[in-house]
Antibody, heavy 117, light 110 residues
């Protein structure tokens, strides 16, 4: 079946960088866009950006522009999200999600990231 | 980016119907049928329950229905069950292929 599998939790110091992976399976990788969405404790979901898995074209939320980079490995069917210059406000659960018909139809299980010194 | 406004909480008794609103503007929700709804239980990933305002993915109960009037989209849960207690988020795909989420509504089954 269609699955998005993310790595486990991460702990980072302020100022460090984060790299989260999302392994896909069960569908044609290049036919769908993949997004990253995060959720800080008790907060709303927050869209960060997406990548066209076929072309590699990306689009980022203005809020994260300059700090976030989304890439993909087409042969391995994995999407990555790098977030730099981490601060405590970046503590959140980070989800990858696939879009179909302008909606997030499949979600990863989430990666919990804690930024603390 | 504009904001999507949802009520913080809605409650109902088992068997009742409840409606959650998601208010945008005439430039987004009012102009395009690109609203989706997600159910999220504590500690779990969100689950798509409605897309393109009214459509239900395969496997989602027909107790969930979506609608839109003007700048406000709505999610109705009929025949409320204990398992429906969760957070619900609306989402809109904006014209420049960016996505916007509502603040979320906590549904309590009394």
């Amino acid at each position: 079946q269609v699955q998005l599998v993310q790595a486990g939790g991460e702990v980072r110091n302020p100022g460090a960088s984060l790299n989260v992976s999302c392994m896909t399976s069960g569908y044609t990788f290049t036919k769908y866009a993949l997004h990253w969405v995060r959720q800080a404790p008790g907060q709303r979901l927050e869209w960060m950006g997406w990548i066209n898995a076929a072309t590699g074209h990306t689009k980022y939320s203005q809020k994260f522009q300059g700090r976030v980079t989304i890439t993909r490995d087409t042969s391995a069917k994995i999407v990555y999200m790098e977030l730099t210059n981490l601060r405590s406000e970046d503590t959140a659960v980070y989800y990858c999600a696939r879009t179909a018909s302008y909606a997030f139809d499949i979600w990863g299980q989430g990666t919990t990231v804690t930024v603390s010194s | 980016q504009s904001a999507l406004t949802q009520p913080a909480s809605v409650s109902g008794s088992p068997g009742q119907s409840i409606t959650i609103s998601c208010t945008g503007t005439s430039s987004d929700v009012g102009s395009f049928n690109l609203v989706s709804w997600y159910q999220q239980h504590p500690g779990k990933a969100p689950k798509l329950i409605i897309y393109e305002v009214t459509k239900r993915p395969s496997g989602v109960s027909d107790r969930f229905s979506g609608s839109k009037s003007g700048n406000t989209a709505s999610l109705t849960i009929s025949g409320l069950l204990a398992e429906d207690e969760a957070d619900y988020f609306c989402c809109f795909c904006e014209r420049k292929n960016t996505w916007l989420f509502g603040g979320g509504t906590k549904v309590t089954v009394l």
